[in-house]
């Protein structure tokens, strides 16, 4: 039997990731369109219910840094079966217990899971794919972007079919086809250079490495606060449920082009800086919609918003590969880079939540938003110095 050419193996390997990717956000993502249904029947808070979401993107950043002792101790392949299946059960299992308890427990373990796989498939991509590390970051954004983009527009869909429950618990499926998919990848023959019993380049005294993390944050911030709130926002200006999901399924759409087409465009146009500050300004005009009363600028908004988070996030991926030339440095930089913006990013829904319980509007989520995009320019502009002063 003729062996499998390297060239076959690291087709099903982009594809692996590909479905790995899609797994990543719709345990959280589906919460924002049933997120008023949800917090009615269970009679909870806007603050407690925001924790769904607040809770497993902290996880993600607590976590984040066990990717280096889980690659050690089972490798990539075997880590990323074992967390895939993690998902995927405690997905499954928010259709059978449908309480708080069990949805914050299994938001918990989720995001912890999420939070190994991330740094071990960026250290994939650059170990695998040495020369295309900015094709391979848009496929995996895609794949976060599609499973966000699909859970967001179809779980309200699935809610009219279904109770609120068996709504979430469907994506739970998807964790299927990926690990039948992972199961079958093989480690190909790289030609990375990889120098053997180096220790891996520690990032946490790095200034560099630093502000990627307030990068990573303020950007993921923004991210987690849209899914979150974006249709709730909608709802307060007086779309029903169905409606205002469409908003947020509209973002994520635009979303998806923009993870499949910046990092193309970054291999014509290389300058980071100037697709940072084309999603910064998008994003701000967005913002600046939304404050306007009435819906009549609302689906302009979530394009524009679209394609701020459709360009942030593949950035903000490639910039611990840009600064690394070893799998494991890579690895250790998005763990951290990962660990602290999740952390600080974790804060924002669940903040968002607590003044809205506090003062009834939106406005504050608003003004709170844009400061995100204030934060992120003079974080890219640092960066960008910083690498000019180098040459």
């Not at 970051?137 to 699909?150: K, P, R």
């Not at 970054?266 to 300004?281: A, I, N």
């Not at 919609?289 to 459709?310: H, R």
């Not at 903000?316 to 600080?344: C, F, H, K």
Request: hydrophobic share 55%.
């Amino acid at each position: 039997m003729t062996a499998p050419s390297n060239k076959s193996v690291l087709g099903l390997m982009v594809l692996a990731i590909f479905f790995v990717s899609l797994n990543l956000r719709p345990a959280i993502s589906s919460i924002g369109p049933l997120l008023e249904t949800i917090r009615t029947d269970l009679a909870l808070s806007n603050s407690q219910i925001s924790l769904l979401t607040s809770v497993p993107v902290f996880c993600m950043g607590l976590f984040a840094p066990l990717a280096v002792g889980f690659n050690r101790k089972f490798g990539m392949k075997r880590s990323v079966s074992i967390l895939i299946i993690v998902i995927g059960t405690l997905t499954l299992v928010r259709g059978l217990v449908p309480s708080y308890p069990a949805l914050l427990a299994s938001a918990f373990f989720i995001g912890l899971a999420i939070a190994i796989i991330s740094p071990l498939l960026s250290a994939m991509i650059k170990r695998n794919f040495p020369t295309r590390p900015a094709s391979l970051i848009g496929v995996y954004s895609f794949g976060m972007g599609l499973g966000a983009t699909l859970s967001s527009g179809l779980t309200g869909v699935f809610y009219t079919i279904l109770d609120w429950p068996l709504a979430l618990a469907s994506w739970g499926l998807l964790a299927v086809a990926a690990l039948i998919l992972w199961q079958r990848v093989e480690e190909p023959q790289s030609d990375a250079l990889e120098v053997r019993g180096e220790p891996a380049r520690s990032p946490w005294k790095n200034k560099r490495a630093w502000l990627m993390l307030l990068f990573f944050a303020f950007q993921s911030a923004l991210f987690f606060s849209l899914i979150t709130w974006l249709a709730p926002i909608a709802s307060d200006k007086g779309m029903n449920i169905l409606t205002a999901g469409a908003v947020l399924t509209v973002m994520s759409l635009v979303q998806l082009v923009g993870n499949l087409s910046i990092p193309a465009l970054l291999g014509k146009f290389p300058s980071r800086l100037l697709w940072t500050f084309v999603s910064l300004g998008s994003g701000a005009a967005g913002i600046l919609l939304l404050m306007i009363e009435g819906t009549a600028f609302i689906w302009l908004a979530a394009v524009l918003l679209g394609i701020t988070l459709g360009g942030l996030f593949p950035i903000a991926l490639l910039m611990p590969l840009d600064e690394n030339t070893r799998a494991d440095d890579v690895n250790s930089w998005t763990a951290m880079i990962q660990s602290g913006g999740y952390i600080i990013s974790s804060i924002m829904p669940f903040g968002i939540g607590f003044l809205y319980d506090r003062y009834g509007t939106h406005d504050i989520t608003l003004n709170l938003m844009l400061g995100y995009i204030l934060v992120l320019a003079v974080c890219a502009l640092l960066l960008n110095k910083k690498v000019r002063e180098t040459k």
